[in-house]
């Protein structure tokens, strides 16, 4: 019996695997091209295709075009796509969204002020700063905010934590883009993240955990008091591409803090980049 494309395009993915565990492809890798892997296994190359998108699709493997295929040269990511299904299917209350953020967030605030890097406080400073400069821009506001959140979580130095922080924060962000701008007063939302920052700048982990859960509880309060506690179905909705919120589609749109593009390994200190750190976020 001849072997089905999906039997063929699994033999794809699984050689691929056996490469990478046995230390034979490593990040930064390029991988043989399409037609010398197709001859190697035996497959076609529309098999060969088709097993290299489902590993692209869970974050393995990187198309650069012109260059090749390669495998992934950062930390991991994970795919929303399994949680908007489940968004879709069932519906997720803002309490679930919540409780899952504390859980998460409130220990990775606490990691971040105890490792993060000069450069990672500084990158947490500007997010503070675009918040205070786009309280008149509920859309704007909202994406500094998601960065902010991921800007902590790749301060924590923990890539698996990141790649949670940014798989949730992604579905929350296509939830919360639809309502922003019902949105009350931005200030005390953008007061309550400089107090993180401030935390995590002053290394103290308690305090940093202690203002995250201080943060989340009060977001969730005004929430439910702006339009009840209703379910965050997505049934339809496109998944986010998480470099390109909102409307904005050039380059600069989510610059470092994908986990893919920003390495969480310490960095060199940057002492001219903190002192630019604008006086009110300080």
């Known amino acids: ?15 691929v ?10 990040p930064g890798d390029r991988l043989p091209p399409e037609r ?16 290299l998108r489902s590993l692209a699709a869970i974050g393995i493997l990187q198309t650069r075009h012109g260059a090749g295929t390669f495998i992934t040269d950062g930390p991991p990511t994970l795919g929303t796509e399994p949680l908007s299904f489940l968004a879709a299917l069932h519906g997720f209350t803002q309490d ?41 821009d509920a859309q704007g506001f909202l994406r500094h ?4 959140h991921r800007a902590v979580a790749a301060a924590s130095g923990n890539p698996i934590l990141a790649s949670l922080v940014e798989m949730v924060s992604t ?43 201080e943060h989340l509880l009060l977001a969730q309060e005004a929430e439910a008091s702006s339009n ?25 749109a989510l610059p470092s803090l994908s986990p893919v593009r920003a390495p969480i390994a ?9 002192r630019l750190v604008p006086t009110h976020v300080r």
């Open 1 to 15: 019996m001849k072997p089905t494309d999906g039997v063929t395009a699994e033999i794809v993915v699984q050689h």
């Open 17 to 26: 695997r056996g490469l990478i565990e046995r230390g034979e492809l490593r």
């Open 36 to 51: 010398e892997l197709a001859v190697q296994l035996g497959v076609s190359r529309p098999s060969v295709r088709a097993g």
């Open 96 to 136: 679930e969204m919540y409780e899952a953020r504390r859980a998460l967030e409130v220990g990775v605030a606490g990691l971040a002020a105890e490792r993060a890097t000069d450069d990672q406080i500084a990158t947490i400073a500007e997010e503070v700063t675009s918040l205070f400069a786009s309280l008149d």
């Open 145 to 148: 905010d998601i960065r902010f």
């Open 171 to 213: 579905i929350f962000y296509e939830h919360r883009r639809r309502k922003v701008e019902e949105a009350g007063d931005l200030k005390d939302s953008a007061q309550m993240h400089r107090a993180i920052y401030h935390a995590i700048r002053a290394r103290d982990a308690k305090r940093a955990r202690a203002a995250m859960n």
């Open 228 to 252: 009840g506690n209703g379910s965050l179905r997505m049934i339809g909705h496109e998944p986010v591409d998480a470099d390109h919120m909102g409307d904005e589609t050039d380059a600069h």
């Open 266 to 274: 310490a960095a060199r200190p940057s002492r001219q980049r903190a």
